[in-house]
């Protein structure tokens, strides 16, 4: 019994799944936001799997295209969480459901 | 991969990302949230620990735990009555629906697949590589990434910034 490539892609597989649940059900916007972190963590994680199972040459490449993910990751939880801050200000409340000025 | 305490380590760590993203899930107050994300994102830098990923999962606790984390705990202390609450909208059970089957799918591609694997032995050292590659191959988009670095800073010091006060 080891550990093989099919371990991790599960882990990363069901890790998504519940990152989208928390995108989409989530009332809360930073809840949302969470589930978007989540799902850029579970495709990371399949990254770096398979950058150590599968034929590659040079397969570090996977590493380099995690560091901008997380980046990137990064740059878009500031600007999102300070959205949410702004919104609260002005609306008093970050709901996604109440969130429709612009809903026909 | 064969050792019993990377077998161990694989199972245990799964366990411990997987549970805290239900916990993140189940949980009522949005802080006790944040810290079910903590849990996961230290959970997954363990898992790259065991795919001989250093930088990466260094990486992972600095930028995710230190940083991310901490804006999210930020953000939700800045919005108060708001954000006590982790409800589910009315999308629950057609979101439920989705999730399980986006997981039902991509479980049945990894294990039906036939991958062109290696069986080259752990990297001894990732950091010194991924260095050269960022400098070298990949360094157009690394300079992107600085500049988008600074706009989502400057964009959000200026979002959140209160409205200057006008003095005459």
């Known amino acids: 019994m080891s550990i093989h490539l099919e371990h991790y892609l599960i882990v990363g597989a069901i890790l998504f799944s519940i990152g989208l649940y928390l995108a989409l059900a989530k009332r809360n916007f930073i809840g949302v936001l969470m589930g978007i972190e989540m799902m850029f963590n579970a495709v990371n994680l399949t990254f770096i799997a398979f950058s150590r199972f599968v034929k590659s040459d040079q397969p570090l490449s996977a590493h380099v295209f995690v560091v901008f993910v997380i980046t990137v990751a990064a740059a878009e939880a500031a600007t999102a969480l300070a959205l949410a801050v702004m919104v609260y200000r002005t609306r008093d409340t970050i709901n996604v459901d109440q969130i429709d000025l612009l809903k026909w | ?168």
Not at chain 2, 9 to 27: D, E, N
Not at chain 2, 120 to 144: Q, R
């Open chain 2, 1 to 168: 991969m064969d050792s019993t305490g990377v077998i161990i380590a694989f199972y245990v760590l799964a366990a411990m990302t997987i549970g805290s993203a239900v916990s993140v899930v189940v949980v009522r107050n949005m802080i006790h949230a944040v810290m079910g994300l903590i849990g996961t994102f230290a959970g997954l830098a363990g898992l790259y620990v065991t795919l001989s990923a250093d930088f990466i999962a260094i990486t992972q606790i600095l930028i995710y735990i230190g940083a991310i984390s901490i804006l999210f705990l930020f953000a939700i202390v800045l919005t108060p009555q708001a954000s006590r609450n982790n409800q589910e909208s009315f999308l629950r059970f057609p979101a439920l629906v989705l999730a399980l089957l986006v997981a039902g799918v991509l479980i049945f591609v990894a294990l039906d697949n036939t991958w062109n694997l290696s069986h080259a032995p752990d990297f001894p050292e990732t950091a010194s590589t991924i260095g050269e590659l960022l400098l070298k191959t990949y360094v157009l988009p690394f300079e992107i990434a600085s500049v988008l670095l600074l706009v989502a800073v400057v964009g959000s010091i200026v979002l959140v910034r209160p409205e200057p006060v006008e003095e005459d």
